[in-house]
């Protein structure tokens, strides 16, 4: 079945670690983004992509960095920059230029 | 993009029709209205998207004012799965960098 994996689906990690979280679809999407959200709030984008070697910051980069060498692959490494790092992490994919995404299940971040 | 002005909450009993309202005084001519839903700790679902006219598919109906400045999402039928948080999203479809922003949105409690 076509969609977007996200792994892991919980990762715990101690203050001061890098981790990467892996996005992965197979819907022959242009375009990808990593969102961040927090308890009771909205979603905020952190990196999107729309091709291949190219990426664009969102509105809450810093302390991310992300990369897409393959069309299918968007993972977001969570350096220790990154001042609060635990959140429920979402990735999702859409046909170029549109606004109907298509979401993972999420990654929830949690630093010790 | 424009903002979106979504009451927090909102009950409906299982079985009737519910309406949820969407402020969006200040669209500018090319913008779409976006519906997505968030069941909790899931990744956000797309629901449905219109320009002017009102449209309606699978999951719900769409009813956007003559003059644009608000929306209607209506779901038929609720059930008790139908309980999410709503968000309503403005956006440029073309030439867009694709960046939806979600507010705090509706949650919808569909009560038996």
């Known amino acids: 079945d076509g969609g977007i994996t996200q792994s892991p689906k919980y990762l715990f990690r101690k203050e001061g670690q890098n981790v990467t979280l892996s996005c992965e679809q197979n819907?022959?999407?242009?375009?990808m983004y990593w969102y961040r959200q927090d308890p009771g709030q909205g979603l905020r984008l952190i990196y999107y992509s729309q091709i291949v070697n190219d990426f664009q910051k969102g509105d809450i980069a810093e302390g991310y960095s992300v990369s897409r060498e393959k069309k299918e692959s968007f993972p977001l490494t969570v350096t220790s920059a990154q001042k609060n790092p635990t959140a429920f992490y979402l990735c999702?994919?859409?046909?170029?230029?549109?606004?109907?995404?298509?979401f993972g299940e999420g990654s929830r971040l949690t630093v010790l | 993009d424009a903002k979106t002005t979504q009451p927090p909450s909102m009950d409906c009993a299982e079985g009737r029709a519910a309406n949820l309202p969407c402020n969006h005084s200040?669209?500018?001519?090319?913008?779409?209205v976006y519906w997505y839903r968030q069941i909790h700790s899931q990744g956000p679902q797309y629901i449905i998207h219109?320009?002017?006219n009102n449209e309606t598919n699978e999951m719900a109906s769409l009813i956007i004012t003559e003059d644009r400045k608000s929306s209607t999402l209506i779901l038929p039928h609720a059930t008790l799965r139908d309980t999410a948080v709503y968000y309503c999203i403005v956006r440029v479809d073309e030439g867009s960098q694709g960046n939806l922003i979600f507010g705090k949105g509706t949650k919808l409690s569909v009560k038996p």
């Open positions: 819907l022959n999407h242009d375009a």
């Open positions: 999702a994919s859409s046909p170029y230029y549109t606004g109907e995404l298509f």
């Open positions: 219109g320009l002017k």
């Open positions: 200040t669209i500018s001519g090319n913008e779409y």
